[in-house]
């Protein structure tokens, strides 16, 4: 079993920055790839960014190429999603999932954390 836990989410303007954060505890974090996704409302959940296990691969949704950044620190049993530029179409609740690969099927990750609300205002 993993738990995992956001933070860092809020409100931020159009252009504007955040980092998201999610701390792991339980099994060994660091045989997990690690994913970013997001759900707005009314919409699917949907594939942001993802890392492989050890931090040498990643991956990203088009919508955020360029501006997104996923990374890890595995000493501390953290994975981050820096936003920048961020949009009004960025606002979703984010949730960070532990699982097999670096991909966007939502199938592959096992594990996932409660949520974080992300508010980007125009």
């Known amino acids: 079993q993993v738990q995992l836990a956001e933070s860092g989410g809020g409100l931020v303007q159009a252009g504007g920055s955040l980092r998201l954060s999610c701390a792991a505890s339980?099994?060994?974090?660091?045989?997990?790839?690690m994913g970013w996704f997001r759900q707005a409302p009314g919409k699917e959940r949907a594939f942001v960014a993802a890392?492989?296990?050890?931090?040498?691969?990643?991956n990203y949704a088009d919508s955020v190429k360029g501006r997104f950044k996923i990374s890890r620190d595995n000493a501390k049993n953290t994975v981050y999603l820096q936003m920048n530029s961020l949009k009004p179409e960025d606002t979703a609740v984010y949730y960070c999932?532990?699982?097999?690969?670096?991909?966007?099927?939502?199938?592959?990750?096992?594990?996932w954390g409660q949520g974080a609300q992300v508010t980007v205002s125009s």
């Open positions: 999932a532990a699982g097999r690969g670096p991909y966007a099927g939502i199938n592959l990750y096992d594990y």
């Open positions: 890392i492989s296990s050890g931090g040498a691969r990643t």
């Open positions: 339980g099994r060994r974090f660091d045989s997990y790839a």
